[in-house]
């Protein structure tokens, strides 16, 4: 495990009441990170546990969640035909295009200032890339920093893709044929955006945006806003922070998940009127989404509490609670297969589970496992991250494709 915002040269004890869990005090780096193992405890079990961080020289102490999480072991693996291709460093999501057929990635590295960036496109065939972009630099700035993408969505109708720049608070348009930019909105249009979504039913295209609650809503056409509105958490005291965002296509209906909330919002795609919200209290740290418009299934995968509740879509009944693996980011629900694909990040795993809450497969998914998505005839693409540059398990896709026999 490892920590960051320390003095350098300052060290770090953790205690779980008065047993030290580090045999040796770290010591932070130049760059004020430290990094270590510690020995976990034979009585504790799957959960947060209270920790004390004691630090010296400076002189500090706070206490801290320690999350103990269960190893799921892999399996399914001989259903599968796996092809993985190393990309470039900080890849983020994936998208596909049909018009195109070609599959356009997000790349960002490092915290702001974001110097290093790119809008990939590949062949979905090959995996390899065919035309990539970096962002235009940040006007007004001079610290080389670039309109960095993270979340990406495509639009066949008008040819285009859609990207937030979460770092820039705003999101941007290339053409599909060319990655060249099509609109790049002014700052502070979208407050830490996440997702984005292309509603051709409305001609819309949605983001949802982590900072204040904030969903915003464009003119796939004109290319501009048409609503820009916050939705309010149930749980008194919070605030909702949309985190991953879905589209029933054929309803029109919007899905997003709260970060610290644990509620689901449905919105209507053309009016952004709040349909439902459903609260489900085992998550924490719902960060995915996925819903199954036929079986009316809805996913939500959980980082914080490691799993993956099933609920009807209509009522909000919990109907499966699955422990997927560490650090679950994301969720993807594949309507050929009828499985619901989970990307685990502390795990480094990609998971299949089907209806009744069955694990039908778990796949190695390299490392830092960050996006799914399939393509609507049972493959799936899978983007991961990666623990630097030299990482030779790190910033990959993956075509997942099951046997046919």
Known sequence: MGGQGFKPGQTVTLLRG???????????DAEGRVRGTVQIPADAVTGRHPVILRAANPDAATVIDLKISEEVPLSGTDRYDVVANKLAQGLYQVARSEASNALFVTAA???PPVTQSELLKLDPQTLEITARVTPAQVEGQTDGRVYAVYGVAVDDA?????????????????????????????????????????????????????????????????????????????????????????????????????????????????????????RFPSINGGIGVAIDPEGRRLYV????????????????????????????????????????YVASRGAGTITAVDANGNI??????????????????????????????????????????????
Do not use: C
């Open 18 to 28: 008065e047993t030290v869990l580090n045999a040796q005090p770290w010591t932070a």
């Open 109 to 111: 590295v490092g915290r």
């Open 158 to 278: 008008n040819g285009n893709v859609w990207v937030t720049n979460t770092r820039d608070d705003t999101v941007a348009v290339y053409r599909q044929s060319d990655l060249s930019l099509v609109k790049q909105f002014d700052k502070g249009v979208l407050p830490h955006g996440r997702d984005v979504v292309v509603d051709t039913k409305d001609n819309r295209v949605w983001a949802s945006g982590f900072g204040g609650g904030k969903f915003v809503a464009f003119d796939a056409t004109t290319l501009e806003v048409v609503q820009d509105l916050t939705v309010e958490s149930k749980v008194r005291g919070e605030e909702f922070g949309p985190m991953a965002l879905t589209l029933d296509r054929a309803a029109g209906k919007l899905y997003s998940v709260g970060l610290s909330t644990g509620e689901v919002v449905v919105l209507d795609g053309a009016t952004g009127a709040v349909n439902n919200m459903f």
């Open 301 to 340: 995968a959980a980082q914080g509490s490691d799993n993956l509740v099933i609920a009807n879509a209509d009522t909000g009944e919990v109907l499966h609670d699955v422990y997927v693996g560490a650090g679950a980011v994301y969720v993807a629900f594949d309507p050929h297969s009828k499985l619901a």
């Open 360 to 405: 039908v497969a778990n796949l190695e998914g390299g490392t830092f496992p960050n996006h799914v998505l399939p393509a609507g005839d049972g493959t799936v693409f899978a983007i991961n991250k990666s623990r630097g540059a030299d990482d030779a398990d790190g910033d990959q896709i993956r075509r997942i494709t099951p046997k046919t026999n």
